[in-house]
């Protein structure tokens, strides 16, 4: 009795889908096709999407930016919204499926609560047919669909269903603050590591506290890039009345950006973990909605005063080295510039130099950078091997000016003291930094090659 059950079931199944195919997919493919809907996607003024559980309403601004109008007032996620139209204006009807159906084919199609319905308003006013969504096919990638006001059932692809299939959080812009690198004058980072006052002077970077230094210009970039980057993870309290239990009343960051006298002040709080998450809750300005964002916003946040240096050791013009001087306790290396922009060698003998070990060289010095620091005004040079240096580099230009002398001391564990003998300053730098500058006569004399005696002939 099952065994015969099974079988029954199974010649079912086998027709039916001989059926679809041969009396649908097939047929579905001989039929020419049409657009579900057609419109210009720069042209649509407003989108309403009514889900089972609720209705979301968007609008575009004449600036252009999509508003989310219901059920908040928030800024719309432009990607979202894009790839919701793209779908709508390119997807298209294979056939209709059932010219006049009844409420039990409704119900079968996924058509009597559908899925999602759209309706679309262009600018000039026009309201294009709402698009009903049902189910998908049993077989084959596809979907049942409506226009409302016609009474066919018309099949479609499948990705008309999945491509409208989204949730409140993804029709919100989850970019949290907008601004461009040059508006801002002022940056205040007050972490776990220390309170920093960054100030800006033309286009170079200056910390101000707790002392005065140059700021790192890379460094500085990164914090604004990610400021700029900031992106929601979450949505969570629109007007939070306590911020202590997300740990922003007392933050772990807590950055202070200055933008000028028009566009004021934007301030960012970090405050805990979320439980079980990679996320730590955000404000923007103490107010408004709290954000969870990515626990890697503290590790781009929250520097020291290390990272916020400028670690630039020897900074100049490369193309106007025309003299080099490489000088150890045991031997002093000149390369200089001809007039044909060829380096060779004077001392300690002379020759055609390697060009490109000369050039890689001094990219070398330009992109040494200090591992650490190790005192701003010492009093004696002498504890770090400064006032007789194992090596001195000097750099000058074509009228003899020096634009740079960097004097390295003794090795320290893994590293070696350094300093600009124009400065005060003492730096650490890695071992590999060391080895790169660290060069003799074998890596730049270029040995002249000899020709080779004709090869003699054998006498008959």
């Known amino acids: 009795m099952r065994l015969r059950n099974t079988l ?74 894009s790839s919701i139209l793209s779908t709508l204006n390119t997807i298209e009807v294979k056939r209709t499926v059932e010219e ?63 491509g409208l299939e989204k949730k409140l959080h993804d029709f919100r812009d989850k970019k949290i603050i907008e601004f461009k690198d040059d508006m801002v004058k002022q940056l ?48 969570l309290e629109a007007s939070p009345s306590d911020l202590k239990k997300y740990g922003l009343d007392k933050p772990r960051l807590r950055v202070t950006a200055f933008m000028g006298e028009k566009e004021g002040q934007r301030e960012i709080l970090v405050g805990n973990k979320k439980e079980g998450k990679d996320e730590v809750y955000l404000v923007l300005d103490s107010k408004g909605t709290i954000y969870t964002v990515h626990e890697n916003v503290l590790k781009g946040l929250d520097k020291d005063l290390i990272a916020l240096r400028d670690k630039e050791i020897l900074s100049f013009p490369s193309d106007k080295v025309t003299k080099v001087q490489i000088q150890t306790p045991k031997e002093l290396l000149i390369l200089t510039k001809g007039e044909k922009e060829e380096w060779k060698l004077e001392a300690p003998k002379t020759g055609k130099a390697k060009q490109g070990a000369v050039v890689d060289y001094l990219t070398a010095l330009r992109s040494l950078r200090a591992k650490g620091f190790a005192e701003d005004e ?83």
Do not use: C
Request: positive net charge.
């Open 8 to 81: 029954l079931l199974t010649v079912i199944f086998i027709l039916l889908g001989a059926y679809l195919y041969f009396f649908e997919l097939k047929k579905a493919g001989k039929e020419k096709t049409e657009k579900l809907l057609n419109f210009k996607e720069d042209e649509v003024e407003s989108i309403i999407l009514s889900y089972p559980q609720q209705e979301i309403r968007l609008k575009k601004e004449a600036s252009g930016k999509w508003q989310m109008t219901q059920p908040l007032q928030a800024a719309a996620d432009e990607s979202t919204i």
């Open 100 to 162: 006049k159906p009844s409420q039990e084919d409704l119900k079968n199609f996924g058509l009597d609560k559908p899925e999602t319905k759209v309706l679309i308003t262009l600018k000039n006013g026009i309201t294009l047919p709402s698009i009903l969504v049902g189910a998908k096919t049993p077989v084959g990638n596809s979907a049942y669909a409506r226009r409302e006001g016609a009474t066919g059932v018309l099949l479609t692809d499948a990705s008309l269903l999945s």
């Open 378 to 460: 010492p009093k004696d040079i002498k504890k770090y091997g400064l006032d007789s240096p194992s090596l001195k580099i000097s750099l000058d230009g074509k009228d003899g000016k020096n634009l740079g002398t960097l004097l390295l001391g003794n090795k320290t564990g893994e590293e070696h003291y350094a300093r600009r003998e124009d400065s005060q300053a003492v730096y650490t730098i890695e071992e590999f930094s060391y080895k790169q500058i660290n060069k003799q006569l074998p890596d730049f004399f270029e040995e002249e090659k000899k020709e080779s005696p004709p090869p003699s002939r054998a006498k008959k």
């Open 188 to 235: 205040v980072l007050k972490g776990t590591k220390g309170e920093f006052a960054l100030i800006k002077k033309e286009e170079d970077w200056f910390i101000d506290k707790p002392k005065p230094y140059r700021a790192d210009r890379t460094e500085i970039k990164g914090i604004l890039s990610t400021i700029r980057n900031l992106s929601a993870r979450d949505f």
